[in-house]
């Protein structure tokens, strides 16, 4: 069973949908004990570093993913919910994450061409960069939908990228901790795909 942790941040259910589609159980929660006893975790995400970081820590969620992630279960964060897996963001201040992944939340707007649309929306390739669990189904050229102002910066643990006049970290990987910058619940069949290959990690 995938517990997809609630904190009060995103759209849940057309997660849970994803994972209804490939014949996966998973339930929305803030239950401590139903996350416990979950296989694997989803930490979601949209919206703002701030907001998502100071609601996980005050519903305790915060320290729940992190004892999860010490106990060696397979986690993913999605989107916002990858990038509260690092270290910091630097997005309208200084913001604590995790820690889970070394680096630090960026805007794109230092690495992009200054005539480019903010924020990134749309289908990118995935240029994989380390081979990866999540991968396992996934052929060369497959696309996958973003939508976002920033990304995974001075992060050693890229396992992919997505071209956007410069090479924006799509996912990232440490031990049992794992990132999408991207929705796989939006990805169409390739995003069916990571997430059946994570159900299988």
Not at 24 to 34: I, L, M, R
Not at 104 to 109: G, H, K, L, T, W
Not at 160 to 178: C, D, K, Q
Request: aromatic letters at 8%.
């Amino acid at each position: 069973m995938i517990a997809i942790i609630d904190y009060g941040v995103g759209n849940l259910f057309s997660l849970q949908s994803s994972f209804g589609a490939i014949g996966e159980e998973a339930v929305v929660t803030a239950d401590e004990k139903v996350i416990s006893a979950a296989d694997r975790l989803i930490l979601p995400g949209v919206g703002a570093f701030e907001d998502a970081a100071t609601k996980l820590r005050d519903t305790g969620m915060a320290d729940v993913v992190k004892r999860e992630a010490a106990s060696g279960k397979p986690i993913m964060g999605i989107c916002l919910g990858m990038q509260l897996l690092l270290d910091k963001s630097f997005e309208y201040g200084e913001h604590e994450g995790l820690g889970l992944i070394r680096g630090n939340v960026r805007p794109i707007a230092d690495v992009i061409d200054s005539g480019l649309k903010i924020p990134h929306i749309g289908w990118n390739r995935l240029i994989v960069k380390k081979p990866s669990p999540l991968f396992k189904y996934l052929k060369d050229g497959d696309c996958v939908y973003f939508v976002h102002s920033y990304y995974a910066a001075d992060c050693d643990d890229a396992t992919s990228v997505a071209e956007y006049s410069a090479e924006l970290t799509a996912s990232i990987e440490r031990g049992n901790v794992y990132g999408c910058q991207f929705h796989p619940e939006k990805s169409g069949d390739v995003g069916l795909k990571i997430l059946k290959a994570f159900c299988e990690i």
